[in-house]
Every structure is written in C-alpha cells, then in structure tokens.
C-alpha cells in the first residue's frame, strides 16, 4: 500500500502543541504571537515528517496564496525587455512570492484564458507586461484583479503603470553629445504614434534648450524604426548641405542601420571620423564600426518589473 501522507495532525502530535497552534506557524498567519523557540519546533517537526501544506486550501482560508501572475504579449520572447521578467521574479521573491509567467504572442483569446486560469489560481495580484511602451486596450478580465500594467498605459487612469522615462533618456543622450561639443544634433527618429516616439522628441528638444542649442527642424528625421528606417533617416541628414555632427538615433535597430549607412557611403563623403551616434537599448547582435564613437543608452529593463511585484504586496 502507497503510504500515507503526513497530515497537520501529526506534526501536532509529533511536536505536542495544538493543530491550530501548528497551522499558525506553518501558514505564517499573521497578527499571532508565537515564541520563535515554537515556530523553530514546528517547522523542524513538519520537515522530520515530510510534511507540505496544501497551499491551495490555505489559500483559500487566508484569502492569500503568495503567488503573482505575470501576463505579457510578446515580452517573454525579447532578449532584452525579458529582463523586466527577470526583476519581476526577484522582487516577488524577495517579498515571499512565487510568480507565474503566461505569454499570449498577441493572441487576445489566448491572453483571457491565461488570465482567467491565473484568478482560478488566485493569484494575490497580476502583472501587465507590453512588449514595448504602448497604451493598450485593458483586457475586460483584468477588472476583477488587483492589476498594474508594465512598459504600458491605458485609458483609465486609476491603474498604476511603470513606465520607461523616455524624457529623460532623449536628455541624458544630447546632453553627452553636447557636452563633446556638438552643437549640430540630429534626430532618427520613429514614425509610430506611440509614447517613446513623443517623450523622446520631447527630450532631444529639451536637451537641446538646456545647451544652449537651437531646435532645427530639418535635423529630426521619421522612418520606421527599424534597420531601414535608420539608413534613410541618415540618409537624409547626411545629405544635406549643413550636415549633423552626432546623432541621436530612435532605439538600437535604426542605429545598426545607420552606421551600415553610413560605412557604405565612406568612400565618396567626407564625413568627420567623430561622428557620435546615440541610441537607446543595447544590442549585441552587430559589430560597431571602429570609424565611429558610437555608444549606447541603455534602457534598463529589470527595474521595470521590480517596483510593481513589490507593490502588490503593500497594496494589499
């Protein structure tokens, strides 16, 4: 016969104390005074048994299951916005949480299944993850749990966000190109109506006030913001009679395609080997010219998830 398995009752009569002495300890429930000489006797008696709570059940009764759903789009597939993932998971376990990771690849059907199946779980809290910084529609499911969205806005206003400081990003970028004494700044910049294309131009321009600089408007460029986009952006910029000096490029993707660019067009312009190429994101997928000063500013995915996994827990 298969044997038995250990029961709350028995860690009780192994360590003498009451059943809802033993549940106490073993359930963490708060508000209960228990010497820790106790606590150390339980715990050391359910280990000697084997003994596993049926987290499931005590959930229920405390109404808390110390679990976390982590829904996302397409994040789980990113190299890099999948560090948001990564400091999600550290702050849950840094609080005690365990969390569950679901990833739609933009299915709308499948993302509701995924987020019903995290609240049969019940899951304390659920985290929101877009691949990139959109405004996203709220998925109707998400009303009946505690929600904060990640890389991500919405409509409605109450739902806390955290979300990348694309302002200050575009800042920090023209003011090192300024401070290396490039007055002529130009912008590759992303054709998409999305928060980053805004809040990065919103930056570059206060970036250029801040130094002193005239905002151009023939150094701002919009392309696509992929390796493409970066070519014909500097494409234009290049070509004009008062060229840039440095650039500041939209992400990574249209820098890769802008220095493809302009190594092509090496042999028949005379552009200064100083050319300083600024972008958010790293990229570690292509080589950097050594013609070029190119240097990155990275957007740091991990914290990204950390503030929100730590919140739920003192929201609650």
């Known amino acids: 016969m298969p044997q038995r398995e250990p029961t709350l009752r028995d860690v ?17 429930a ?24 049926n987290r499931l059940a005590q959930g229920l009764r405390l109404k808390r299951t110390q679990t976390l759903g982590f829904v996302s789009d397409w994040i789980g597939a990113s190299p890099y916005a999948g560090l948001t993932i990564v400091g999600a998971q550290d702050a849950a376990a840094e609080q005690g949480y365990l969390l569950m990771l679901m990833t739609s690849g933009k299915d709308s059907a499948l993302e509701d299944r995924e987020i019903r199946a995290l609240q049969d779980q019940q899951v304390d809290g659920l985290i929101y993850a877009a691949e990139y910084h959109r405004v996203v529609p709220m998925p109707a ?46 912008f590759v910049n992303n054709q998409d109506d999305i928060p980053a294309t805004h809040g990065r131009l919103k ?11 005239r905002f151009r408007g023939e150094l701002v460029v919009y392309d696509h913001s992929g390796p493409g986009g970066g070519y014909a952006g500097a494409s234009t910029l290049l070509d004009l009679r008062n060229r840039p000096t440095a650039l500041f490029c939209f992400n990574d993707r249209m820098a890769m395609g802008l220095l493809r660019g302009r190594r092509a067009r090496s ?16 990229h570690r997928q292509w080589p950097t010219p050594q013609t070029h000063d190119h240097r990155t500013a990275a957007l740091r995915h991990g914290p990204l998830g950390r503030p929100r996994a730590a919140e739920i827990d003192r929201v609650r």
């Open 12 to 28: 009780a009569v192994r360590t003498g104390l009451s059943v809802t002495t033993v549940s106490q300890v073993l359930s963490d």
């Open 30 to 53: 708060p508000g209960r005074r228990i010497a820790e000489p106790t606590r150390r006797r339980v715990r050391a008696a359910a280990a000697e048994l084997s003994y596993r709570p």
């Open 141 to 186: 499911a998400l009303s009946e749990s505690l929600t904060v969205l990640v890389d991500a806005t919405t409509a409605d206003k109450r739902i806390p966000t955290v979300v990348p400081d694309e302002e200050g990003g575009a800042l920090s970028a023209v003011n090192e190109l300024a401070a290396h004494g490039h007055e002529r700044i130009g």
């Open 203 to 213: 930056g570059y321009r206060r970036g250029l006030r801040d130094n002193g600089l």
């Open 267 to 282: 042999a028949d312009t005379a552009l200064p080997i100083d050319h300083r190429i600024r972008q958010p994101g790293p």
